[in-house]
């Protein structure tokens, strides 16, 4: 139990629609890190939120967003879902150190499948 | 940029027998080294890291890894396993100094452990 919470756990989307993945990070984190873990890959980096502001973000398109709150909590947002787009997107929160010590806290992920 | 190459997809192991999983990785700046375990339906979890010190660093549930900084590995071992280690497991990498926008893991393929009777 890592006190990481996603919801949902389970959608199922059509192409060209959008999806919102929320995520509620363990108390006293001040950052949230977004991951996609494509079936039988490892995660690939999103983006990751400090304090409300993006903080870092991968190789993946704008219309990948995403938003953090004043409690720390955080959504991801995408536009015009592609088929590639299904995945199980993983949240994980941490001290800003953390993201890059490893002092992660994950998620159990919402998996959304893209038809 | 750092990549990082798990050089087995899949090792099947019978129950008590030592295993190995295989990591390698490139970078052009000094890394952390990470192994994550990730159980069917759930997240990814902190097995063991190496951020200084002693080469050989020891995790949770018995593993171990071992950084060679000559042959950019950080191969991790179990001497005997248990059913209960069938899982996925994954190995990561980050710069190990601050890095604007970089502060995040790189991951692998990953390798799937499955032990048998």
């Known amino acids: 139990e890592t006190g990481v919470t996603q919801s949902p756990t389970h959608l199922i989307k059509t192409r060209g629609q959008q999806v919102t993945l929320r995520c509620s990070s363990q108390?006293?984190?001040?950052?949230v890190s977004w991951y996609q873990q494509a079936l039988g890959q490892g995660p690939q980096f999103i983006f990751q939120?400090?304090?409300?502001?993006?903080?870092g973000r991968g190789n993946f398109p704008p219309r990948f967003s995403g938003l953090q709150f004043p409690n720390y909590s955080s959504e991801l947002n995408v536009n015009a879902l592609e088929l590639d787009d299904s995945a199980l997107y993983l949240c994980?929160?941490?001290?800003?150190?953390?993201?890059?010590?490893?002092?992660?806290?994950f998620g159990e992920g919402s998996r959304l499948t893209v038809l | 940029a750092q990549s990082v190459t798990q050089l087995d997809s899949q090792v099947p192991v019978f129950e008590e027998a030592p295993v190995e999983l295989r990591c390698n990785y490139s970078?052009?700046?000094?890394?952390?080294l990470f192994w994550y375990v990730q159980y069917p339906n759930q997240g990814l979890q902190l097995l063991l890291k190496y951020l200084s010190g002693s080469t050989l660093v020891k995790g949770i549930n018995g593993f171990e890894a071992e950084f060679n900084k000559s042959q950019t590995s950080f191969h991790l071992r179990k001497p005997s396993v248990h059913i209960s280690d069938t899982a996925e497991y994954f190995c990561?990498?980050?710069?190990?100094?601050?890095?604007?926008?970089?502060?995040?893991?790189?991951f692998g393929q990953g390798t799937r452990l499955t032990i048998n009777p």
């Open positions: 990561a990498v980050s710069p190990s100094t601050y890095i604007q926008g970089a502060q995040k893991l790189v």
């Open positions: 970078s052009s700046v000094s890394v952390y």
């Open positions: 108390s006293g984190h001040n950052t």
């Open positions: 939120y400090y304090r409300e502001e993006e903080n």
């Open positions: 994980a929160s941490s001290l800003r150190s953390g993201a890059r010590t490893g002092e992660l806290f």
